[in-house]
């Protein structure tokens, strides 16, 4: 429920700050006075698209922030899937504002949100149907939407999906099974030779690697057979070699040791730092080794190898560990196409299984849907028989399909607002009153499903007037029951006067600026602006009694 809004520099509108209740809250005022520029703003909140044009004159940027609470449960667990929490009192602030440069920023509860994120939060929040959602009525692809919504079969709509992507995969596999046998042909040539390639490569993983390695000791083979002899020289064979100091220096600390009990740990720790350096001395001796056979022949060989892998994965654009995965991978397709035959044959029985169930799922979805829409028709057929149009016929039409993401039907809405006439697509209404009135009524059987504690309602009255806006106040005045709210523009006075708390909005121009202004009328007020609205001149005295009379019966 939407408990607060703060709009600042929108158009006329230099700043308002508005309380919202439950229960029916209406707009009125004179035209132009900035209804609709409220109505906008909560739009802008819920991710409309934004433009620079809305910033009031001669201000750097444009604000709208609100305040919901009294979320639901099952808004909260929503939510929590959008990692988005209530704070502790379970409320959720949203802000957005419109800079200079045409840059949006949205926030929810502080944190930087993105647009697509902010629409997707609001659609849980707040329903805003405006004059042009009579034209979104008309388009037929959201009829199968609201026909689910209503029907509330969702656990179904989801086990079909499933089977239906699997018959989807299915048909994939099939089909690139089906190509044409003289590209498969081409194509087996193909990996045919490259698994020969690749087989006589006999390429292991690090081999690379350990071959450049071996070929550096080779190259530089001179240079580190002087080295190893320098430095085992120096550890084990020289008169005054490190092995032979060492071990004097170890002798001399036993000796020490007689009189100083700390040098035979010192003794103990040269002792085997000696023995460290023979077997360093031992390993070194490895380097000056000649190799077994030929060395110009071994480093041709390692190079030719070395020249192979490199030819390979330019050829193949990919490192050692690629070309050993695409072995295996060639092994793999050519084992396909081989066994292609009999692939296809157990593809076609699992298609054949895939395709029944989805069938069969499909008939249960339909049978939820063809249950939903008798009692959707009955519901909207009661509630516009209410609205003074008792000859109305809403029927749902449904149009068999092979398998879709929908199932294997397509429903659609069929009106008749007069008795005698075939009932028709909804575009086809000519009267603007009777779509206004067709659009409340499917709000009315959807609000139970959609959960939404918010609705807005801009202009719903259009083209009606008298006893039949009345009735729209009552449906309006339901609609806000069982902490929901409801919040309209209207010009109907008799709307007005069903209201719980009625909103006048004006404006005045001051100093050459024109500034809009929202009042909630007491009693008295709400008189005197239903009078007006009535069409009374000044304070006629009849107008002023009849508005108090109208009150009086609603209020």
């Given at each position: 429920m939407l408990f607060s809004l703060h709009i600042r520099s929108v158009a006329l509108i230099r700043q308002l700050d508005i309380d919202f209740s439950e229960g029916l809250t209406v707009f009125t005022g004179e035209t132009g006075a900035g209804k609709s520029i409220i109505i906008d703003s909560i739009a802008l909140l819920c991710g409309a698209r934004s433009d620079k044009s809305i910033i009031r004159t001669g201000e750097d940027y444009a604000e709208v922030e609100g305040v919901f609470g009294m979320l639901s449960d099952d808004t909260v667990k929503a939510l929590a899937e959008m990692d988005i929490e209530p704070d502790e009192e379970g409320n959720l602030f949203i802000s957005r504002r419109i800079g200079a440069d045409g840059r949006s920023v949205s926030r929810i509860n502080g944190r930087v949100t993105p647009v697509g994120k902010l629409r997707s939060v609001s659609a849980l929040l707040i329903d805003i149907h405006g004059q042009q959602d009579t034209t979104r009525l008309a388009d037929e692809s959201i009829h199968p939407v609201l026909l689910d919504l209503y029907a509330g079969n969702g656990k179904e709509k989801e086990k079909y999906l499933s089977a239906y992507r699997r018959v989807l995969s299915l048909r994939k596999e099939l089909e690139s099974i089906n190509t044409d046998m003289s590209d498969k042909e081409e194509r087996k040539d193909l990996l045919s030779f490259r698994l020969k390639e690749l087989q006589r490569a006999k390429i292991t993983a690090g081999e690379e690697e350990e071959l450049t390695a071996k070929r550096n000791l080779l190259v530089n083979r001179e240079k580190i057979v002087v080295s190893a002899h320098t430095a085992y020289y120096s550890l084990y064979e020289k008169d005054e070699s490190a092995a032979t100091l060492i071990a004097e220096a170890e002798q001399a600390l036993r000796t020490l040791s007689d009189y100083v009990h700390e040098a035979e740990e010192l003794s103990e720790r040269l002792n085997s730092l000696r023995i460290e350096l023979e077997d360093i001395a031992d390993s070194v001796t490895a380097y000056t080794d000649d190799p077994e056979g030929d060395p110009q022949r071994a480093l041709d060989d390692i190079e030719s190898r070395l020249s192979l892998i490199s030819s390979l994965k330019r050829k193949y654009r990919t490192d050692e560990s690629g070309l050993i995965s695409l072995l295996a991978e060639t092994e793999k397709e050519l084992d396909l196409i081989d066994n292609s035959d009999e692939r296809r044959e157990d593809i076609q029985k699992e298609l054949a299984e895939a395709e029944a169930e989805a069938y069969s799922l499909a008939e249960t979805l339909y049978?939820?849907?063809?249950?939903a829409a008798y009692k959707m028709?009955?519901?909207i057929k009661e509630i516009l028989s209410g609205l003074d149009m008792p000859s109305v016929t809403f029927v749902t039409e449904f149009v068999k399909t092979p398998l879709s993401s929908g199932g294997t039907d397509i429903a659609r809405f069929l009106i008749s607002a007069n008795a005698g006439e075939e009932p028709r697509p909804v575009a086809k209404i000519a009267s603007g009153g009777e779509c206004a009135r067709i659009m409340l009524a499917?709000?009315?059987?959807?609000?139970?499903?959609?959960?939404?504690?918010?609705m807005i309602f801009d202009e719903v009255d259009t083209g009606i007037s008298g006893a039949t806006s009345s009735r729209i106040g009552m449906r309006l005045r339901a609609l806000a029951g069982d902490n929901k709210q409801v919040i309209c523009v209207t010009h109907s006075a008799q709307i007005a006067a069903l209201a719980k708390t009625h909103l006048l909005i004006s404006k005045t121009t001051s100093f050459g600026r024109t500034e809009t202004h929202v009042k909630?009328?007491?009693?008295?007020?709400?008189?005197?602006?239903?009078?007006?609205?009535?069409?009374?001149?000044?304070?006629?005295?009849?107008i002023i009694k009849a508005a108090e009379a109208m009150l009086g019966e609603t209020v």
């Open positions: 049978y939820t849907r063809l249950d028709e009955k519901q499917v709000k009315s059987v959807l609000a139970k499903a959609e959960n939404i504690c918010t909630s009328l007491s009693r008295e007020g709400r008189i005197k602006e239903i009078a007006r609205i009535m069409g009374g001149i000044g304070d006629s005295e009849e």
